[in-house]
Nanobody, 116 residues
Framework: QVQLVESGGGLVQAGGSLRLSCAAS????????MGWYRQAPGKQRELVAR???????NYADSVKGRFTISRDNVGNMVYLQMNSLKPEDTAVYYC??????????WGQGTQVTVSS
């Protein structure tokens, strides 16, 4: 069983910053990657940023240069530093964890709202 708990969402003005955190617990020894996805109203869920067990990262083109994903040394926390936020970043952000490169687990989501 895997549990993911996100925190750090909120309301911010355009140009501002937020930092999202995700705490993973349970049977996470074989985690292959963790990441952040987002879903805006009326849109599909999309990848924002991802970090693999080996430390490789990838980002959506829309957030490159503004967002940074990181994790702690233990491997049970993942963070998303979001700078220069734009109204189009408004969405529910979900933490994702992948086990054995095959099984996806999701957090409950945290709302990020960027006002213009």
């Amino acid at each position: 069983q895997v549990q993911l708990v996100e925190s750090g969402g909120g309301l911010v003005q355009a140009g501002g910053s937020l930092r999202l955190s995700c705490a993973a617990s349970g049977s996470i020894f074989s985690t292959s990657a963790m990441g952040w996805y987002r879903q805006a109203p009326g849109k599909q869920r999309e990848l924002v940023a991802r970090i693999t067990r080996g430390g490789s990262t990838n980002y959506a083109d829309s957030v490159k240069g503004r967002f940074t994903i990181s994790r702690d040394n233990v491997g049970n926390m993942v963070y998303l530093q979001m700078n220069s936020l734009k109204p189009e970043d408004t969405a529910v952000y979900y933490c994702n964890l992948v086990l054995y490169s095959a099984y996806d687990f999701w957090g409950q989501g945290t709302q990020v709202t960027v006002s213009s």
